[in-house]
């Protein structure tokens, strides 16, 4: 199965998971199951936005640092730039916080509410080198629209 075919069957089951359920965390927590279990990735997450850090939020995968301020590390960084950061190669990225030393690449996805402001984000790491593209990019966009318009943030 290609990666869109993957995203075509996943996004349909994420928004019956999500549809009428109003807990963020309990929403957060069975979405990260959902894509951490058929996406075979090594680290999927959220953290959200509290003030000028972000706080570690419901996950799949081992354990991670709680905070991350604003502008540090692949989260900090697409939250200040507000848009998605694809890093292939987590040590050419400089700042990078290494939570797993064996995560190789990365996709973090901000999540906004109706106003437009950040606050939380979908990270997504990998074992393996260039991971994530233009593909996961537009699916996950998609994905994490849906969590919070269904979340009413
Ligand atoms: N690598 C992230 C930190 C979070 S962990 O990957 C779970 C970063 O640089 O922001």
Redesign the pocket.
């Known amino acids: 199965m290609t990666k869109q075919e993957k995203y075509k069957e996943l996004l349909p089951q994420v928004v019956a998971i999500i549809e009428g359920e109003t807990n963020a965390v309990s929403v957060m927590a069975n979405v990260t199951a959902a894509l951490h279990e058929s996406m075979g990735w090594w680290?999927t997450?959220f953290y959200t936005v509290n003030g000028e850090q972000l706080e570690l939020g419901p996950f799949q995968g081992p354990v991670?640092?709680y905070r991350?301020k604003r502008g540090r590390?692949?989260?900090?960084t697409a939250w200040e730039l507000n848009e998605t950061v694809i890093v292939p190669d987590?040590e050419q990225f400089p700042g990078?916080?290494?939570?797993s030393s064996l995560?190789r690449s990365?996709i973090?996805v901000p999540m906004h509410n109706k106003e437009g402001d950040v606050v939380a984000v979908l990270?997504i790491?990998s074992k393996d080198l260039n991971t994530f593209d233009e593909t996961d990019k537009i699916y996950l966009e998609i994905l994490v629209k849906n969590i919070s318009q269904a979340l009413k943030w």
């Open positions: 680290w997450g991670a640092c991350i590390g692949v989260c900090g987590v990078h916080i290494a939570c995560s990365e973090v990270d790491d």
